[in-house]
């Protein structure tokens, strides 16, 4: 008996430690996440860390509608400007405080106060949040912010414990303590970010891992090849040129959906006296430039095929993207045609910048290729990232090859790039049409309304062409054919409810 | 004795002085602009402003060199711009990982390297003379990332004998330290290897042609002992020279290796500075790096003074 027993439990032993191992799974990540406080962070790996770690207000679906997660019900009032929340009950942060009213008004007030807070602008609609009662609390807007929502399912609306963050201060970010299904165990810079499964959160049914750590490796070959050799579980950003290698290999699933991002040319057309070039003057030649290009090409050329060809900021088939424009097709003859009335019949010259990395050189490569056949004789100046940066904010350039990694409402592709005072608006466009359509967009909640003003302002930009967009990235992720439960969402977050493994 | 000591040590304040203006200087010098790189895609003008005004890049330049070396002077080599931790936690938790491999490397290259530089001295002109210049060669002329890559595909990926990463610092887990630091130090090695073995090489050749060895031999000493114990033992010394100088070599080479076989080491942690322009930790490390090496110097010439009496006199 005694003999039995000691079996059973050497036995029972070995089965938990297997299983201890396997369901703990290992995510490589294109760089290492920034500062770990939901105030402070820029990074878009920070953002894949938080959700793990730390819950918000409200969620998104994959097809970007508002649904509840902290927050299970919401409602404005008439005039749009009082946005009413309904906060779930029994939800406790990592640390054993719970949440409540009182935690979401600390929290939008460290968000709009905290001397090191980056996200000032997504909150600055807020004018008051006030604790009705327990579990009710109130925002005041000063005037309508149709984002404000999309905001809140992101960074802003993330809920970190009050009373760790005024224990710690800035140095928060060293141990975060939010009320997601995971809780921090430690960080080795450059290494590793480890976390654990935290047994009291309110969705744990959901939860089938008991730990889940984030490595971060650069390489996309090496980060293929550690999947491959089994250290790691899953990688995010697999490389579009590995995409039909890894569908081919039995061992790895792989998922994929288009983002919410782009990547374009901006033509430089008001910021400084570059903008004073034929390019930055003219609009038809930036539309030749446009026209000479084969997008569908380009997908297939340099992403075989595995990206969606763009001509507006957000993708086709979604719901702001205006279908009287669709992606044009290539039209050699009539981007000559747009540079002899302009007077260039015998062609002409144009600088443009990209980053200095193997993609997105061979990207404007083909661009020049293309647009060489219309007459169009591009330079290529290849520029390390964060000098490229400087360049176009300085308006050092004539066209820059970049991109914006995207943003749940439609909003967040556009209004900064293109609005006279716009925070990003790099290319120095200016029109008080697009302006006043742009903001009458932002400030309704009536989709209907919100369509009309950006068609109408597409109708303006399709012209001008500030920025030529040129296609959408996909999220790649891939996984050992074991890993089972994941869905894709077009935030390129990895969202681990129902995730398990299969052994 | 010590008066030397003294004074190496007086000459290295302004050595030190001049380093850190250039080293500040050169951070300055490189394009982009730090807070862009800082704030990430969402660089409004209000938060960029703002990260100005914290580390106080709004200043004259002069100013801001004396904020910096005002604190270092205090020992506090402030705090990355990029996460915010103190730079000389960074470095003190980074060091130990490179210094791990750095050892290890040279272990692969003088185990590699010297065996082939006296093979290759005593056949010389045979097969494996030629196999073993071949062979260093290719050790000089393969780059790192190239030999990384393969070797992660053929060890880890096809074979699946070595994990391709994960490293754990040796004293949590020696085991698994080993394991990960394997291919990177081989990698690492290799390209020292052909430095060495050609260094041993010359050495072995200029010695076996000496008289004394030509006295061994006429002695009737067989000739496995006149080339282990007599030969090697002179033309070793300045193997050893070399394999000193290479340590900074082998640092060097650690940033690249470390970025291919992710190793959380010096080299990964000042290569992703540079790029994400955090100022405070590329100066720190530049300058602990500096004085590191005028304290190595300094160590060597010492320890020259105690091994060779003649040069005691000298001042």
Redesign the interface.
């Known amino acids: 008996m005694r003999f039995m027993q000691t079996v059973g439990a050497a036995a029972l032993i070995a089965a938990m430690a297997a299983g201890a191992h396997a369901q703990e799974l290992r995510i490589g990540l294109q760089d ?1 996440a ?2 770990l406080d939901t105030d ?1 962070s ?3 790996v920070g953002r894949i860390v938080y959700t793990a770690l730390c819950d918000k207000l409200v969620d998104i679906d994959p097809d970007l509608n508002i649904v509840p997660q902290l927050a299970t019900d919401w409602s404005w009032s008439d005039d749009e400007t009082e946005l009413t929340m309904t906060l779930r009950e029994g939800v406790v942060f990592h640390d054993g405080t719970p949440f409540n009213a009182d935690a979401v008004v600390a929290n939008i007030d460290r968000s709009q106060n905290h ?2 807070s ?1 996200r ?2 997504e909150v600055a609609s807020i004018t008051g949040v006030e604790a009705v009662d327990e579990f009710t609390v109130r925002i005041t807007l000063g005037e309508p912010d149709a984002t404000l929502l999309a905001q809140l399912s992101d960074r802003a609306g993330m809920m970190i414990s009050p009373t760790a963050a005024e224990e710690m201060g ?2 928060f ?2 141990a975060p303590v939010c009320s997601g299904p995971f809780r921090f165990v430690e960080r ?4 590793r970010i480890a976390l654990e499964r935290f047994e009291d959160y309110w969705n744990a049914d959901e939860i089938h891992l008991e730990a889940v750590t984030f ?5 996309t ?2 980060r293929l ?2 999947l ?5 579980d899953m990688i995010e950003r697999l490389a579009a040129t590995d995409l039909a290698s890894a569908q081919n290999d039995a061992n790895l699933t792989v998922v994929d959906i288009t983002g919410l991002g782009y990547q374009g040319i901006t033509m430089n057309v008001g910021n400084g006296p570059l903008s004073e070039e034929p390019f930055g003057q003219d609009a038809p030649l930036r539309q030749a430039l446009s026209l000479s290009i084969d997008r569908n090409a380009l997908n297939q050329v340099v992403f075989e095929g595995a990206f969606t060809p763009g001509n507006q900021p957000v993708p086709p088939g979604t719901t702001y993207y205006d279908e009287r424009f669709p992606v044009p097709e290539r039209d050699v003859e009539a981007a000559r045609a747009l540079l002899a009335e302009a007077g260039y019949a015998d062609g002409i010259e144009l600088t443009v910048q990209v980053a200095n990395n193997p993609v997105q050189t061979q990207v404007m490569e083909v661009v020049q290729a293309m647009a060489a056949e219309a007459g169009i004789n591009i330079s290529i100046r290849a520029t ?4 490229l ?2 360049q176009q ?1 300085a308006g050092e350039f004539q066209g820059s090859q970049v991109g ?2 995207g943003r749940t409402d439609v909003d967040g592709n556009i209004h ?1 790039f293109v609005t006279c005072e716009g ?2 608006n790099d290319s120095g466009f200016c029109d008080p049409r697009v302006d006043e359509l742009l903001d009458r967009a932002r400030t309704s909640n009536d989709p209907a309304v919100r369509k009309e003003a950006y068609d109408a302002s597409r109708e303006i930009l399709n012209e001008e062409l500030p920025i030529i967009y040129l296609y959408h990235p996909s999220w790649i992720w891939a996984m050992n054919a074991n890993v089972e439960g994941f869905e894709a969402y077009p935030d390129g977050m990895i969202r681990l409810e129902g995730v398990r493994f299969n052994d | 004795m010590l008066a030397f000591i003294g004074r190496r040590l007086l000459i290295a304040i302004p050595t030190v002085f001049i380093i850190s203006v250039f080293v500040f200087l050169l951070q300055k010098l490189l394009p982009g602009d730090p807070v862009l790189a800082l704030a990430g895609e969402d660089r409004d003008p209000a938060t960029l402003e703002a990260l100005r005004e914290m580390y106080h890049l709004n200043e004259p330049l002069i100013v801001q060199y004396f904020y910096w070396i005002g604190a270092v002077l205090q020992g506090d080599l402030g705090m990355s711009l990029r996460t915010n931790q103190p730079v000389t936690s960074l470095i003190l938790e980074k060091l130990p990982v490179t210094f791990q491999l750095a050892v290890m490397a040279l272990i692969f290259a003088v185990g590699i390297g010297v065996p082939m530089g006296i093979l290759s001295a005593v056949y010389k002109g045979s097969w494996l003379d030629y196999i073993a210049n071949f062979v260093a060669l290719s050790g000089l002329s393969i780059p790192n990332f190239w030999l990384g890559i393969l070797l992660i595909l053929l060890v880890s990926v096809n074979l699946g004998w070595l994990p391709a990463s994960g490293y754990r610092p040796f004293t949590v887990d020696p085991v698994r330290s080993i394991e990960t630091m394997l291919m990177p130090a081989f990698v690492l090695g290799t390209a020292l290897a052909a430095t060495l073995m050609r260094h041993t090489r010359s050495a072995m050749l200029t010695v076996l042609k000496s008289d004394y060895v030509r006295t061994a031999r006429a002695k009737g000493l067989r000739e496995r002992v006149v080339i282990m114990k007599h030969a090697l033992r002179n033309a070793l010394v300045p193997v050893v020279t070399v394999s000193a100088l290479l340590f900074g070599e082998l640092l060097a080479g650690a940033v690249l290796t470390e970025q291919i076989f992710t190793i959380p080491g010096f080299g990964k942690l000042v290569v992703d500075a540079v790029f994400n322009r955090d100022y405070a930790v590329v100066q720190g490390i530049v300058l602990v790096t500096s004085v590191g090496f005028i304290l190595m110097n300094l160590l060597a010439d010492t320890a020259y003074m105690i091994l060779n009496p003649r040069m005691r006199d000298q001042k």
């Not at chain 1, 490595?215 to 390489?219: A, G, K, N, Q, S």
Request: charged letters at 25%; zero cysteines; hydrophobic letters at 35%.
């Open positions: 290492d920034d500062v402070q820029r990074t878009f001397p090191e980056r000032k602008s800035a140095d970010g060293s080795v810079q450059q290494d490595l971060p490796i650069p390489d070959t090496v090849a550690n491959r050799a089994g250290d790691l390390e990232f964060a000098t940066l400087q904010t914006w990694s900064q925070g990003i």
